[in-house]
């Protein structure tokens, strides 16, 4: 399933990273309740996590892409590093 996933997001994260509040797109486990669980997903992370009538519908997140899960993580704002 792993591998699926990858593939999924070669194929989809340039697409999801034009989606307004979407600021990377990874492969991991899927967090529910705040537990991870042992769900492979393709991860979407967002600076914040928005309700769906506060979205276009162009922005809105599909559940799964291709038989592989959707998971909208909140990460906040990410910010490049320089090394020091």
């Known amino acids: 399933m792993i591998q699926k996933a990858q593939q999924i997001k070669k194929k989809h994260a340039s697409w999801l990273l034009t989606k ?6 990874g492969v991991g486990k ?6 991870q669980t ?3 997903a393709l991860v ?8 769906p009538d506060a979205l276009a519908p162009d922005d809105l997140i599909p559940s799964e892409i291709e038989g592989v899960l959707l998971d909208v993580q909140e990460v906040g704002e990410l910010k490049a ?3 020091g």
């Not at 307004?20 to 797109?25: C, D, H, K, P, T």
């Open 20 to 25: 307004a509040n979407v600021v990377g797109v």
């Open 30 to 35: 899927a967090v529910r309740e705040g537990r």
């Open 38 to 40: 042992d769900q492979v």
């Open 44 to 51: 979407v992370l967002v600076s914040r996590k928005l309700p």
């Open 81 to 83: 590093q320089q090394p």
